[in-house]
């Protein structure tokens, strides 16, 4: 059975870092691109990063671009994001999610973990 | 970057109706447009990729269409389970971009 199993989340001070781990399970994940989306409290779903299946082509939202960084382990089936100078307004949900295609990333997401809070506050 | 314009942002409907939502683009990008569906506390759930593929175990009552710039969601006969929150997405290029959403609310 496919899992996405996301930690790291917590209460942090703006300006601070937090490292997101994703542990996958039930599929080959060496050969999927992965996904990282953030969802506010009580808003919408906003993307934010995409890695290739073997790690070579890294993509961000401009919202992110310079103070996120994606990042795979494939021995250990392990996604990241590594989220440096935090801001109040990235303050939400981060959900890791797979690309449905294999190899060639079609850049939509058929699995979902459950998600780790980040919450940015003094 | 493509931004996503969804319609309506909620509705209102009974058991039975038939839903349509709608998404509209930025600028064209062919067919390469996916719908989510969200159910509160819950990780959202890929119900069409490609505007009009059915995901994997997504039941018929759903389907997708559209090109270019409009896509349309229709639920044939809304049921008591998809009463949810509906997104659609663009894979056409990064940055990727979700609709603000459309919230189906029971009558």
């Known amino acids: 059975q496919l899992q996405l199993v996301e930690s790291g989340g917590g209460v942090v001070q703006p300006g601070r870092s937090l490292r997101l781990s994703c542990a996958a399970s039930?599929?080959?994940?060496?050969?999927?691109?992965m996904h990282w989306i953030r969802q506010a409290p009580g808003k919408g779903l906003e993307w934010v990063a995409l890695?290739?299946?073997?790690?070579?082509?890294?993509y961000y939202a401009d919202s992110v671009k310079g103070r996120f960084t994606i990042s795979r382990d494939n021995s250990n089936n392990t996604l990241f994001l590594q989220v440096n100078s935090l801001r109040a307004e990235d303050t939400a949900l981060y959900y890791c999610?797979?690309?449905?295609?294999?190899?060639?990333?079609?850049?939509?997401?058929?699995?979902w973990g459950q998600g780790t809070l980040i919450t940015v506050s003094s | 970057d493509i931004q996503m314009t969804q319609s309506p942002s909620s509705l209102s409907a009974s058991v039975g109706d038939r839903v349509t939502i709608t998404c509209r683009t930025s600028q064209s990008i062919s067919s390469y447009l996916n719908w989510y569906q969200q159910k509160p506390g819950k990780a959202p759930k890929l119900l069409i990729y490609?505007?009009?593929s059915f995901q994997s175990g997504v039941p018929s009552r759903f389907s997708g269409s559209g090109s270019g710039t409009d896509f349309t969601l229709t639920i044939s006969s809304l049921q008591p389970e998809d009463f949810a929150t509906y997104y659609c997405q663009q894979s056409y290029n990064t940055p990727l971009t979700f609709g603000g959403g459309t919230k189906v609310e029971i009558k």
């Open positions: 999610a797979k690309d449905s295609h294999l190899i060639v990333a079609a850049k939509n997401f058929d699995y």
């Open positions: 890695i290739s299946y073997d790690g070579s082509n890294k």
């Open positions: 039930g599929f080959t994940f060496s050969s999927y691109g």
């Open positions: 490609a505007a009009s």
